[in-house]
């Protein structure tokens, strides 16, 4: 039963990067964020090697391969220089997420559907690298089924517009265009159309530690991968207590869950 299933939790690491890039030193080191994520308990350690590095490098990708102990998901544009990394590096999971340049983060899910075929041949040649293989994409049915039928293993759900309906930031000063309650219900009916076609169902994007409560309650999503929040939080509390406080939150979330059966 997916109830039981233990939420695994990826935290991403770039953010320790950005901290780092925004004065150029080589402090503070994302391998090391990464050791305490793991002795914390994380599952997963998830890095988005951008085309424009803005934040993790490829020297950290190379530092973090030879480190991480759990598991290295790698996310990056479906782009040839991309593949040639991933193909040196061999990361145990690669994530393909849309990337464009000018976005502050990544905005919006794959479009699998309508690159489809570009997309099976890319696919087929980073399969080689050996990763389990994952798709970043909308909580939409259409973009989940033509996903299944590319055969990757994973489908990580892009939670945005749910935590941007759901943030703190939703009053007169920063109104959003979304619905919680709407968002929430896409996610859950997402969710199970992903779970019922074999995908591992994943969840990703702009979740804190209040608004993955919910999502957490939805009992297919088996990965949570989260960056922002918990670098922010441990800022001021230290990495590992932000670690274990957003897998309590992850737990607290999967409870719910429970009773509810
Ligand atoms: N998952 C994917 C595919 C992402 O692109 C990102 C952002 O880099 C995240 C998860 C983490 O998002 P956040 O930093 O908002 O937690």
Redesign the pocket.
């Known amino acids: 039963m997916k109830s039981a299933i233990r939420p695994r939790l990826g935290v ?1 690491v ?2 320790v990067a950005t901290v780092r890039e925004a004065r150029g030193t080589h402090y503070p080191e994302p391998v090391t964020a990464a050791s305490l994520a793991e002795l914390a308990g994380a599952d997963q350690i ?1 890095i ?1 090697l951008r085309e424009d590095r803005r934040h993790i490098q490829d020297r950290d990708v190379r530092l973090l391969r030879e480190t991480v102990e759990t598991r290295l998901n790698l ?1 990056m544009g479906a782009t040839r220089e991309m593949l040639e990394i991933a193909d040196d590096i061999q990361p145990d999971m690669v ?1 393909l ?1 849309p990337e464009r340049r000018e976005e502050q ?2 905005e919006g899910g794959l479009d699998v559907v309508g690159n489809a075929s570009r997309l099976a041949d890319y696919l087929s040649e980073l399969s080689e690298c050996g990763a389990h293989l994952s798709l ?1 994409i909308d909580p939409d049915p259409d973009q989940i089924a033509a996903s299944a039928r590319l055969d990757v293993d994973i489908v ?1 759900l892009h939670t945005g517009d749910y935590c941007e309906a759901a943030g703190p930031f939703t009053n007169a000063h920063r109104p959003s265009n979304f619905d919680r309650k709407q968002e929430l219900k896409r996610l859950r009916e997402a969710a199970r159309v992903a779970d019922s076609l074999d995908l591992v169902v994943a969840a ?4 804190d530690y209040k608004n993955v409560l919910d999502v957490a309650a939805i009992p297919q999503f088996e990965e949570f ?5 918990i670098v922010s939080r441990a800022v001021l509390v230290g990495f590992e207590q932000a670690v274990r406080e957003m897998i309590d939150a992850l737990h607290t979330g999967r409870r719910t869950a429970l009773e509810l059966l």
């Open positions: 991403n770039d953010h998830t988005h996310e994530t997420v983060t990544t970043f990580e990703g994007h702009g979740l991968n989260i960056g922002h929040s």
